[in-house]
């Protein structure tokens, strides 16, 4: 695998970090129809545990399937697929090493009351399975997150130790914050920094709004105003800014369901902004296969422009 010029740079970024663990984060960043462009789209497949099985398939049934979601990454063309530990299983040996995958190693669901999320997998798990990252979820703001944060650190180190790559999904969510809150610029910007600080090397967080909620960051936002806070790239831009000055991989979730157009707007906002591209769900399993297909090549070539 011969590197490009984007995806060494990227590398260079993470200076602590040892050749197996760059060697994973090579092979996310090298594969797929955008591989060595440094930008990325990826399919996460964790919302079984959030949502159930029928919010989360019914609407397209053949998404019942594990095997359907290995095989819409890799038609698709995407840099990896992330999943919770029993859907990676499942079809582990049919599709080892046809695509980078993402173990999730913890989950929520909604049967709980509480914002946390229990561990449910391992980097020994993920080492079995051949993937090339485990994915953690924290929820900054909930009065569980000091332990998320130190489950992270723990599991973080041991799979750094092992050579695999991090990757954060970043929520705020709390008895705080209301739904404005969880995707104000703010917020967005200070839960992006809290993974680069966790140690991440791919942040995944909610596109931002423009609503500012915190009263102390509304004064300093005021003396320093986001340039383009009114467009989706500007406040993209702030959030990769607080990655490290953009020095740390950033991607951004699809969001609730939206129109084909949405989705590729949104892309067009991220690409502009400097982020480092989209990981979509539900708005791209839950279509038919040809029309989910469709819509992940418009944005992949919104991405390769």
Known sequence: MQLTPAVRDILSWYESDNPGTKGNLARILMEGRLGGTGRMVILPVDQGFEHGPARSFAPNPAAYDPRYHFELAIEAGLNAYAAPLGMIEAGAS???GAIPTILKVNSSNSLSTTKDQAVTGSVADALRLGCSAIGFTIYPGSEYQFEMMEELRELAEEAKAAGLAVVVWSYPRGPTLDKTAETALDICAYAAHMAALLGA????????????????????????????????????????????????????????????????????????????????????FQRPKAEALKLLSDIIEVYKA
């Open 94 to 96: 049919t599709y080892a």
């Open 201 to 284: 090397h791919i942040i995944k967080v909610k596109p931002p709004t423009e609503a500012i909620s915190l009263d102390a960051a509304k004064k300093t936002y005021e003396k320093a105003p986001v340039p383009e806070i009114g467009t989706l790239a500007g406040r993209i831009r702030h959030v990769v800014q607080s990655c490290f000055g953009g020095r740390r991989l950033v991607v951004f979730s699809g969001g609730e369901s939206g129109t084909s157009e949405a989705m590729t707007e949104m892309a067009r906002g991220i690409r502009a902004g400097g982020g480092n591209g989209s990981i979509i769900g539900r708005n791209t």
